[in-house]
């Protein structure tokens, strides 16, 4: 189980898991115990002397439930090998909470809950939070949760250093997006509200780096605006959105057309909602446009858009 959860390990984590293992078991005086050792390298063999997991991933992270349930020994035990290989354990217990969770076996989210609630630095909470599905519904409390420990560490630092400001900002509208799966919409408006304002502070500064991350924001707050039925508001962050990448699009056609053209889309609806029909008609048929003049160039990637 230690070897599946950890993603395989090689012939020095291998030998390094098991005198981890032996001592937290309480049973080290076995020595190195030949027979016990063969079977296990038999059964999971690895490149260059290591271990394999047990594959296919759905089989392995059933043997990880088997072994190990819900229960105190487990969680120990899947925290023992997160302080040797984070990373891959976290990957290996997210994929079993997608695989498991919707069949109604909870014991990886507890595992997941474990792992997060041990990690402390900042480096490893975004990893978490890397690690989380864009989209997901059994993860959404625990993907919220190391959002909100991300932007806590981050307002601890200088609000003077432009990286600072820029890792706030986007964690921001990370957490935004969080808090919207979850239906929290005001909490979520306020998040890419401050996210907005910081993106302005070094775009004005910096308008070749971060200009792409204001406007980004800007749809954001875009949407959130007229999910709690602020029309004109969310019509404005919409335009202002459009016009920067109007700008971004003539600079760098390549890079900012495809979002210029969805950016024009979400304009359309914005104009809709608050009645100005003509306008809304004038903003997707620009889209459209830019769509089909990007999906004759690239027709596997925009045809869908389109």
Not at 101 to 112: D, E, F, H, K, M
Not at 149 to 170: C, H, K, T, Y
């Amino acid at each position: 189980a230690v070897v599946t959860v950890s993603g395989g390990l090689n012939a020095a984590e291998a030998e390094a898991a098991i005198e981890r293992e032996k001592v937290a078991l309480n049973r080290p005086s076995i020595g190195d115990a030949p027979e016990l050792r063969a079977a296990l390298f038999d059964a999971l063999p690895g490149r260059d002397g290591g271990l394999a997991p047990i594959l296919p991933d759905l089989l392995g992270e059933a043997a990880l439930i088997v072994a190990w349930g819900d229960g105190a020994a487990g969680v120990q035990a899947i925290a023992r090998a997160a302080t040797a290989k984070r990373d891959a354990v976290v990957r290996v217990v997210i994929r079993a909470c997608q695989d498991f969770l919707i069949r109604g076996q909870r014991a990886p989210l507890v595992w997941l809950e474990a792992i997060r609630a041990e990690i402390a630095d900042l480096e490893g909470l975004i990893a978490l939070a890397n690690a989380m599905p864009a989209q997901t519904v059994e993860l959404r409390e625990t993907a919220l949760v190391a959002m909100e420990a991300i932007v806590a560490q981050l307002r601890q630092f200088d609000p003077a250093v432009e990286s600072v400001v820029a890792a706030l900002a986007m964690s921001l509208n990370n957490l935004s997006g969080r808090l919207a799966d979850l239906g929290r919409r005001e909490t979520a408006l306020a998040a890419i509200e401050e996210a907005v304002a910081h993106y302005r502070t070094i775009a004005q500064a910096r308008p070749d780096v971060f200009l792409p991350d204001l406007a980004m924001a800007l749809n954001t707050l875009s949407a959130d605006l007229s999910a709690v039925g602020r029309r004109e508001a969310a019509l404005a962050a919409s335009e202002e959105a459009v016009a920067h990448y109007r700008t971004l699009a003539q600079a760098r056609p390549d890079a900012f057309l495809p979002d210029l053209a969805t950016s024009l889309n979400n304009l359309s609806l914005r104009l809709s909602a608050v009645g100005r029909r003509e306008a809304a008609l004038a903003a997707i048929e620009e889209a459209v446009a830019t769509y089909r003049a990007l999906a004759q160039a690239q027709p596997e990637a925009l045809v869908p858009r389109l």
